[in-house]
């Protein structure tokens, strides 16, 4: 998709490069500057979004092009030119990983293909009946994980975070929980975290203690888990592999809900 942009950006840099001017004031290079830039935002742009989405990383790479074009209508220093191509050169190679991955995921993940499992199914119907915005959530978090234009997972982890949290706020209510016998709530806290309306839940219907551990060591694998996702950093040198990272977590963070929402809502497995 960018590899023809990708030569010519490559062949303009490497004419620059055997030069011997300081500085670029020919008006065939200057025009040649602004034809690449015409070429990305006119054609490639459109291909690239539609394959990698409207990302913060696609903004700056416009910026990219857009600080070549000023270049060009002055006199500037032939290797500030170098630079900045070399700086295109290597966010366009990026992206074209990532569209070779966002279309390896979209085979293999297209929605069509790969529905809800029977438990997915079971827990989502349960879901609609008793708390319709949580069912959204969970719903949303799993198109996400199913799709192939995602550029960023903090939103989707937040999903399945949320479809969680509005389940047990729906089962435990803040007012129950913590009107129980011995209750406190936890330092800097002014209503109950989810672990003790998870306890709160399991306790009141008999469940033993080992089935209470499980689920709370799901909840805080799921808020480490969610925190990694959340401070995850944007790195140009690895974005393709970043986004495969969140996502692989993403996919750890459902499984631990899907057990907590199991156990809660008394499905089978």
Do not use: C
């Not at 960018?2 to 001017?21: G, K, T, Y």
């Not at 015409?38 to 600080?67: C, K, M, P």
């Amino acid at each position: 998709m960018l590899h023809p942009l990708v030569a010519e950006v490559e062949a303009f840099q490497s004419a620059l490069r055997r030069r011997r001017a300081v500085n670029v004031n020919d008006q065939i290079a200057k025009q040649q500057a602004v034809a690449l830039a015409h070429q990305y935002f006119n054609d490639a742009r459109a291909l690239l979004i539609r394959s990698v989405g409207e990302s913060d990383a696609v903004l700056d790479h416009d910026s990219t092009w857009q600080q070549l074009v000023r270049l060009a209508h002055g006199n500037n220093s032939r290797g500030s030119y170098v630079r900045l191509l070399s700086k295109i050169r290597r966010q366009l190679r990026e992206f074209s990983v990532m569209a070779v991955v966002a279309g390896s995921v979209a085979r293999v993940e297209d929605p069509r293909e790969a529905g809800p499992t029977a438990e997915e199914t079971q827990l989502l119907e349960t879901l609609d009946r008793l708390v319709p915005s949580a069912a959204a959530s969970y719903r949303q978090g799993f198109n996400d994980l199913a799709g192939s234009d995602r550029i960023s997972y903090r939103g989707t982890a937040a999903e399945f975070r949320e479809a969680l949290r509005e389940t047990l706020d729906h089962l435990a209510p803040d007012d129950q929980v913590m009107a129980q016998v011995g209750f406190k709530l936890e330092a800097d806290q002014t209503k109950p975290i989810m672990k003790q309306k998870v306890g709160f839940v399991l306790k009141s219907r008999g469940s033993n203690k080992t089935i209470r551990t499980a689920a709370e060591q799901s909840l805080s694998l799921i808020d480490e888990l969610s925190g990694q996702v959340m401070r995850a950093v944007y790195n140009r040198a690895s974005l393709a592999t970043h986004v495969q990272q969140s996502k692989t977590e993403v996919r750890k963070i459902k499984r631990y809900v899907d057990t907590v929402l199991f156990d809660l809502l008394e499905i089978a497995q």
